[in-house]
């Protein structure tokens, strides 16, 4: 097993293929690259590949102050 970044996979055999290797589309990995969301892909021996996200959590935005004064939420 290998692990390795999303956008490292995709300049190594296409956003196409990865999106094919996950079932979703060009437009979904490209966004998720341009966001710079952390996914890392782990390569398994049989050549299938399952993905991970890094996020915080809670993954919500907190609310600032001048929102919250505002009565509005983002």
């Not at 999303?6 to 290797?21: T, W, Y």
């Not at 996950?22 to 690259?33: D, E, L, T, Y």
């Given at each position: 097993m290998n692990?390795?970044?999303?956008?490292?996979l995709v300049?190594?055999i296409g956003?196409a293929?990865v999106?094919?290797a996950f079932?979703?589309?060009?437009?979904?990995?490209?966004?998720?690259i341009?966001l710079?969301?952390?996914?890392m892909?782990t390569?398994?021996?049989?050549?299938?590949y399952?993905?991970?996200?890094?996020?915080?959590f809670?993954?919500?935005?907190?609310?600032?102050?001048?929102q919250?004064?505002?009565?509005?939420?983002?």
């Amino acid at each position: 097993m290998n692990q390795i970044p999303l956008p490292d996979l995709v300049a190594q055999i296409g956003q196409a293929s990865v999106a094919e290797a996950f079932g979703i589309s060009p437009a979904a990995v490209h966004k998720a690259i341009r966001l710079g969301r952390k996914i890392m892909v782990t390569v398994h021996d049989d050549g299938s590949y399952t993905a991970h996200e890094q996020r915080p959590f809670p993954h919500h935005k907190a609310v600032t102050v001048m929102q919250a004064k505002a009565g509005r939420l983002v």
